[in-house]
């Protein structure tokens, strides 16, 4: 397995996908359930000739709702300008 290009080591990618594990058994069941269905969904549209929807740009759109805590987003995004 290899990182999506930006090491280029499958070691660090298997070290990703490892903290990933771990950080998924600290949420509560309730986050880690919602997390499957976003995933699933998000997997799903990606699949979808029509939408040409990428993991990439679907990353940039959801990625900034689901990381950045309330509050932080307002100004976040003042200072961030999507192209």
């Known amino acids: 397995m290899r990182c999506g290009g930006c090491c280029g080591t499958e070691l660090f990618a298997e070290t990703h996908l490892q903290l990933l594990q771990i950080l ?3 949420l509560p069941p309730a986050s880690v359930c919602l997390l499957k269905h976003l995933l699933g969904l998000l997997k799903r549209v990606c699949e979808q000739k ?3 929807m990428t993991a990439a740009s679907l990353g940039r759109i959801f990625a900034p709702h689901l990381l950045i805590p309330r509050g932080v987003s307002s100004i976040f995004s003042e200072h961030v300008h999507v192209r």
């Open 50 to 52: 029509e939408t040409r």
């Open 24 to 26: 998924m058994h600290l």
